[in-house]
Every structure is written in structure tokens, then in C-alpha cells.
């Protein structure tokens, strides 16, 4: 048997009232200068008031909001630079992935020398020194897992980068169910296929292990049997806790076995076309799942199995019918399964791919060797769509 490695964050809390616990933690560690990473949605919808409330009175908070969707290096330097200006002991993230990503960043690089673009994974040349202060992450979408990695991505022209370290591990996850209630219909869909898209890739990379297949299926289940009903019923309660320990179980899952193709080829369509990072991972899905099929037949078998809730004729399932399990899935959830959808013309898909294929940290892990002609070929069919 291979040795496998596995990386969790310190601590997490996981469950309905969760969130009850950042008190205590806060208290434990005696740092009263604390900075809250949050997006201004949040702010405007009562959420950060309502949870954090109960916080408020023992310590200094500042509610730092200066974050967008999908973080772009600018976001990420203005953050730091007000960071750097402060004297925070410790780094609050409460939000969907952007606003963790980047409060994982203003927990660390105003510790160390240089600015962001000097860390980043595709062209930076620096490593981390220090460790930077404790943080939290809060998670209020189930989607990105982001409490539980040691990522942060940016969005950069042309295509996405990440800067990958231990020192970006939460010291504490705290994964609360109640938080995900208000998250909007199309957000829930894209962020629900984002956790998916980690839970499969994770079980079809070839860094995968035992104990993260085991990770990634529950996370299938659990997304597979409740994404449709929080993307119906945003306040159906059970809904929402599935998602959100599925989501969580994914995270873990993918930090140690890593995302391929289906997150390489989302990424430049993040960073070209400003899709959400779910949408992009969700227009993909069923493309990337067709192409690589023939290389992970049994794993596909048993995800499908799971996805269509045990029906037994998966085992003679070809390509195309796993290309149509995971088109439907999407459908069924109201986001787009073409390119063409998003207003994506035909002469921009070797832009795409030019793009894609520098993520060899992400094409690396795939079932199937994903190249350049391969790429394009999936592009083409998320442009044309269900034939
Ligand atoms: N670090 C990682 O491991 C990792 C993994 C995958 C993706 N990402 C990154 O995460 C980012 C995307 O994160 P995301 O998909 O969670 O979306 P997001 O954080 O950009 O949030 C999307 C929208 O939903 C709103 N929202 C969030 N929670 C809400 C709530 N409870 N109620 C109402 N509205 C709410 C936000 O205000 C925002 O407008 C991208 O930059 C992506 O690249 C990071
Ligand atoms: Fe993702």
C-alpha cells in the first residue's frame, strides 16, 4: 500500500449552532485587536451583525468589507497594505471563498517581507517566513471548502493563480449550517456544483487514497441526495446541512487529493469571462467527465451509482451516458451547460486554452493525461453543447 499524507486545519466545529463556539476560541486566545475579513452582501443582509453580535461587546472588532467576488491581486493588496497599518491579533473570515481566501492572506503576509504577487504559485519567487497571526474561518456558502485548504486563489488577467502554504490552514474552522440559510438560489446551485466538482475530481485523482476516497463519497452523498432541495427550499434546514457537511467533507477530501481538469480548464474562464468559480466548474463538469471516463471507468461507476440513486445498469454505462448524468445534474439545478450561454463566442476557445494549459499543478492529477488537443476538445463541446 502507497503511504499517504493527509492535512486537516488544528480544529473545526462542525454542526447547526457551531458559530457558538468563536467566543470561547476568541477568549482562549486573548487577543482582543481582532480584524473580521467579510464581503459587503453580508454586511447589508444583517449577517455579520446578527453572528457576531454576541462577540462584540468583549473585544475590538474591525469589519473589514473592501472584498469582491472572485478576489482580483488589487483586492488582495489593499487588504494587506490595511493590515499591515493595524495591529490585529488575530484574523476573522467569515463569508464565501473570497472573503476566507482573503482573510487567510491578511492573517499571514503582513507578517512576512514583499506583497502578494511575490508568493503566488505560477510566477511569484518568495517562500513564506513567518506564520502570521491565528485566524478563524466561517464559512457562509457551502461550496469552496476554502475553511479547510491552504489556498487562496486570485483572480489575475487572463487566468487564476494560487499561493499554497501551511501557514494559510485555519487554526479554526467553525462550519455552521445556519449561515448558509440567506445564500441566494443561483448561488447555491453554483457553489453546491463547486463542492461536487472537489468531492469527484478528489475521487478520481491520482493522488487519491483510501482515506480520502472515503471523504469524497460521503460528500457525493450527501451533495448528491440535497443540493436540489437548497437550491428549491433555501430554508429547508436538513438541505442545508448536508450541503454544508458535504461541502466540508469535500474540502478535506480535495486539500489532499487535489482538483484536475475540471477546476484547470474553469479557472481562464474566471479570469476571461468573470463566470463565478461554481458556474465555471459547473459548465465543465459534464465534458471533462466524458473525456477522462475511459481511464476511471470503476470510480465513475460507483460516483454514478451514487448520482442516480442506485440505478444498477451504471455498469454498462459509456461515456456518453456519464456525460449526460452529470449535464442533467447540472440543468436540474438551473445553471447554464453551454459556454454559448454566457455569450462565449467560437474564436476564444484557444484563448481558453492557452490558459489552461499552464495549470500543470491542477492537469497533473488527472485520471486521463489532459494536453492541449484534449482541452480545446472539451471547450468545443461546453461551446456546442448536448448534441
Ligand atoms: N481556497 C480554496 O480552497 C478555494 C477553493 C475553491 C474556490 N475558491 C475561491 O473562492 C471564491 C468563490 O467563493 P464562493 O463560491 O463561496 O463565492 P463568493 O465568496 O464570491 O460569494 C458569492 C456571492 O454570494 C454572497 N454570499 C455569500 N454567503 C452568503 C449568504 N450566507 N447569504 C447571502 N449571500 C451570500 C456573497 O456576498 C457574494 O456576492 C473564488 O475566488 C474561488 O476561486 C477557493
Ligand atoms: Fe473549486
Known amino acids: 500500500m502507497m503511504v499517504s499524507m493527509l492535512r486537516f486545519p488544528k480544529r473545526s466545529y462542525v454542526g447547526w449552532g457551531s458559530i457558538g463556539e468563536l467566543f470561547q476560541v476568541l477568549r482562549g486566545w486573548g487577543q482582543r485587536n481582532v480584524l473580521v475579513v467579510t464581503d459587503p452582501t453580508l454586511v447589508k443582509i444583517g449577517l455579520v451583525e446578527e453572528f457576531l453580535s454576541p462577540v462584540n461587546h468583549d473585544f475590538q472588532i474591525t469589519v473589514y468589507t473592501d472584498v469582491e467576488p472572485e478576489p482580483s491581486l488589487e483586492c488582495a493588496e489593499r487588504l494587506v497594505a490595511f493590515t499591515r497599518a493595524g495591529s490585529f491579533g488575530c484574523v476573522v473570515g467569515l463569508g464565501g471563498g473570497s472573503a476566507l481566501d482573503m482573510a487567510k492572506l491578511a492573517a499571514v503576509i503582513p507578517q512576512n517581507k514583499g506583497n502578494i504577487a511575490d508568493y503566488l504559485n505560477l510566477t511569484g519567487t518568495m517562500k513564506l517566513e513567518k506564520e502570521g497571526v491565528p485566524k478563524i474561518l466561517i464559512p457562509t456558502t457551502s461550496g469552496t471548502g476554502s475553511e479547510v485548504t491552504d489556498i487562496a486563489v486570485l483572480s489575475l488577467k487572463g487566468t487564476k493563480d494560487v499561493i499554497t502554504h501551511d501557514y494559510l490552514l485555519a487554526d479554526v474552522a467553525i462550519v455552521d449550517p445556519q449561515l448558509t440559510l440567506s445564500v441566494p438560489k443561483r448561488v447555491t446551485a453554483a457553489t453546491g456544483i463547486d463542492a461536487l466538482t472537489h468531492a469527484v475530481e478528489a475521487f478520481l485523482s491520482v493522488n487519491a487514497s483510501e482515506a480520502t476516497d472515503a471523504l469524497a463519497l460521503r460528500a457525493v452523498e450527501l451533495i448528491g441526495g440535497s443540493l436540489k432541495t437548497a437550491v428549491e427550499n433555501g430554508k429547508d434546514a436538513e438541505a442545508r446541512k448536508a450541503m454544508s457537511t458535504g461541502s466540508y467533507l469535500a474540502g478535506l477530501a480535495f486539500f489532499n487529493a487535489g482538483v484536475a481538469g475540471v477546476h484547470a480548464l474553469a479557472y481562464p474562464l474566471g479570469s476571461q469571462f468573470k463566470l463565478p468559480h461554481g458556474e465555471s466548474n459547473a459548465v465543465l463538469l459534464p465534458y471533462v467527465m466524458k473525456t477522462i471516463s475511459a481511464n476511471c471507468r470503476e ?85 456546442s453543447g448536448l448534441q
Not at 336 to 342: A, R, V
Open 299 to 383: 470510480k465513475m461507476n460507483t460516483i454514478c451509482r451514487i448520482l442516480a440513486d442506485g440505478v444498477k445498469q451504471v455498469d454498462d454505462w459509456n461515456a456518453e451516458d456519464y456525460l449526460r448524468l452529470f449535464y442533467y445534474f447540472v440543468k436540474d439545478v438551473g445553471l447554464p451547460t453551454t459556454l454559448k450561454e454566457y455569450g462565449i463566442i467560437e474564436s476564444k476557445l484557444t484563448d481558453l486554452t492557452n490558459d489552461a494549459i499552464k495549470q500543470k499543478r491542477l492537469l497533473a492529477r488527472s485520471p486521463k493525461p489532459l494536453g492541449e488537443n484534449e482541452i480545446h476538445q472539451i471547450y468545443q463541446m461546453a461551446y
